[in-house]
């Protein structure tokens, strides 16, 4: 039983890469690293760690860090579908995955 929406696959890569580069900046700065597009319409965007401001004490992004950046994603576009599960490559960036739900 496959509890996923329909993503819509009719968004051109570039203008996904141009909407997570906005939502993973500060300033004029993009965390963005790499965008990675899967064949059912769905994308992982890996971004560099400075993305998240830690405090001295912390070594990785609390729980509410990440669920604000979901919001920000779904503030910016209400059409956006975020998966729960995110995590940290091998090389220390992050990722986390999304997708757009079809009309």
Known sequence: MNDLPVFDRGRHPDAVRSFIS???????????????????????????????????????????????????????DNRVFVFKVHGQTDEGHYWLEFGFFKD
């Open 22 to 76: 906005k939502v993973l900046s500060r300033g004029n700065d993009t965390a963005l690293r790499d965008l990675i597009v899967y064949d059912d319409g769905h994308y992982r965007a890996v971004f560099d760690p400075a993305y998240f401001i830690l405090a001295p004490e912390r070594s990785e992004p609390s729980k509410s860090q990440w669920n604000t950046l979901k919001k920000r994603l779904k503030r910016m």
